[in-house]
């Protein structure tokens, strides 16, 4: 039976991405991992997709179980209308993390399990509904981090295993609501959110001045994907290329270092 359709729903509620998006006058429906079957036959005019697992050591030790988990909300998204769907997904379905692009080929090489069952689920999203936007994420921080270099500088979690020399892209996620609205008035259906990369020696020295790392790290990780709307999120493009990030290393480390301040305040 079709019920009336609610306004706005949000997928992923509890989730680090999901309850930095949440507020009470933006949804009127919220799932998560143990409630989202009920969202089966509803209808909504807006659903916000957060709620696909962000742990890639995970879903790469265990491609199967990570796969199982995004078929299951497959099956119950398959029973569900929405005039606009808009779904956060990650850098990590690019399999070439230098250059790569909204316009890059994601099949053109391999990619691990994580990048690919991603990636599967944004084409699966992308052909079921009608109206569609793709809001790919790099690392994140912001309220509630759990995971991730920046979580682990700030917990002295790990030091030995940081590579001073690799370079990350980060992204302050309480933005995202605006990102999420500008991809939306816009009508883009896919926009890589990447900001420009920042070694990680660099955000030691800023913001973690003395913090010994790297004793025993593996190789360094670089990433360099790129936006072709860097302009509309306030970045710039690089005239050749057309491509660019939304904020300057500058920027991203401001709000790093601003971030940090708080933790340590107690205030995030």
């Known amino acids: 039976m079709e019920t009336d359709p609610m306004t706005s729903a949000l997928i992923g509620h509890t989730g680090f991405v999901g309850s930095n998006l949440d507020r009470p006058d933006r949804f009127q429906?919220?799932?998560?991992?143990?409630?989202?079957?009920?969202?089966?036959?509803?209808?909504?005019?807006?659903?916000?997709?957060?709620?696909?697992?962000?742990?890639?050591w995970q879903a790469n030790r265990d491609p199967?179980?990570?796969?199982?988990?995004?078929?299951?909300?497959?099956?119950?998204?398959?029973?569900?209308?929405?005039?606009?769907?808009i779904l956060i997904s990650t850098v990590d379905v690019h399999?070439?993390?230098?250059?790569?692009?909204?316009?890059s080929d994601c099949h053109a090489a391999d990619n691990h399990a994580y990048g690919r069952h991603r990636l599967a689920f944004e084409e699966f999203v992308r052909n079921r509904f009608p109206t569609v936007h793709i809001l790919r994420l790099p690392?994140?921080?912001?309220?509630?981090?759990?995971?991730?270099?920046?979580?682990?500088?700030?917990?002295?979690?790990?030091?030995?295993?940081?590579?001073?020399?690799?370079?990350?892209?980060?992204?302050?996620?309480?933005?995202?609501?605006?990102?999420?609205?500008?991809?939306?008035?816009?009508?883009?259906?896919?926009?890589?959110?990447?900001?420009?990369?920042?070694?990680?020696?660099?955000?030691?020295?800023?913001?973690?001045?003395?913090?010994?790392?790297?004793?025993k790290a593996g190789p360094a990780v670089r990433y360099d994907v790129r936006t072709r709307h860097a302009a509309l999120f306030g970045g710039s493009a690089d005239g050749e290329s057309g491509?660019?990030?939304?904020?300057?290393?500058?920027?991203?480390?401001?709000?790093?270092?601003?971030?940090v301040a708080s933790v340590r305040a107690g205030k995030a």
């Open 29 to 56: 429906a919220r799932f998560n991992s143990q409630n989202f079957r009920e969202m089966a036959g509803q209808r909504f005019e807006q659903l916000v997709c957060a709620g696909i697992s962000a742990v890639k």
């Open 139 to 215: 690392g994140l921080f912001g309220p509630g981090l759990k995971k991730n270099v920046i979580f682990d500088l700030l917990h002295d979690n790990g030091l030995d295993a940081i590579n001073p020399a690799s370079a990350f892209q980060w992204y302050d996620v309480g933005r995202l609501w605006n990102d999420l609205g500008i991809a939306v008035e816009h009508g883009l259906p896919l926009v890589n959110l990447m900001t420009e990369p920042v070694e990680t020696s660099t955000i030691v020295e800023r913001v973690f001045p003395g913090t010994a790392i790297g004793a």
């Open 243 to 259: 491509t660019g990030h939304i904020a300057t290393a500058a920027q991203v480390l401001d709000a790093i270092g601003a971030y």
């Open 64 to 85: 199967e179980a990570d796969r199982a988990r995004i078929a299951a909300l497959e099956a119950v998204l398959a029973t569900v209308e929405a005039d606009r769907v």
């Open 95 to 103: 399999p070439d993390l230098t250059g790569a692009d909204e316009a």
